[in-house]
């Protein structure tokens, strides 16, 4: 069996106010609370943060903030800090997601500093990173990929990166229902290992979960999750949907007894 439990999260986005977002989580709580084996999160929108995790009490389910922001506290209108994450809940915190990079002016500096205030405050990073269309056409997939993870985690320790988890999330699949083929995420998901590998030694690449992300939903869940390297799902669009994602949860299970 993999060393690597898997790790099924999702990313509600800005979807979900406070009832669809209690009753999203009631449902979802249900749905999964015969699941051993893989680990879940999920991350809604900031302001139902409270509800959804004392819904999830008791439950396996993890919840997540979708950002924050680096200082501890301040005149930052606007803005979330790790502390007040946890305070609401959370264990993970999503950063640098290409909506994020792409709406929002966050770059691999910004996420660095993200990363370590998470670490700091006791929060896991779900550092997303991957491509665009136009880069991988253009061959830079793997340029790109190695710059936003050498960037988005420099100065960090050995002991810091084994607690990090990475989402690689090709911007081209993300809400667009192409998914990367099997062959195209392994590829760039055993390319991050490596790298992590010569950063910090076998022991720390070969714990650290590496997500996919984009357009992932039941139809493609067990082909993705059986690749050696891909250690669970960001699940977008389909994490909507109790069933959906229950679903997807239920398919990474089944994979975990056959994966080496
Ligand atoms: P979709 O699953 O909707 O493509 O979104 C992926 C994503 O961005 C998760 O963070």
Redesign the pocket.
Known sequence: MSKRKPLIAG?WKMYKAGPQAAELANRLKSLVSDITDVDIMVAPPFTVLEIVAEILEGSIIDLGGQDLFWEVEGAYTGEISASMLKAAGCTHA?IG???RRQYFGETNATVNRKVRAALIGGLIPVV?IGESETERESNQTFSVVQEQLEKGLEGLGSDEVQRITI?Y?PVW????GKTATTGQAQEVHEFIRRRMETAHGNSVASAVRILY????KPENTSDLMAMADIDGA?????SLDADSFATIVRLAMDVVGDKA
């Open positions: 990313n999503i997601h290409s909506e997303c989402a999330e699949a993300i809400g667009t992300g984009g357009s992932v960001l699940v977008g669009g389909a």
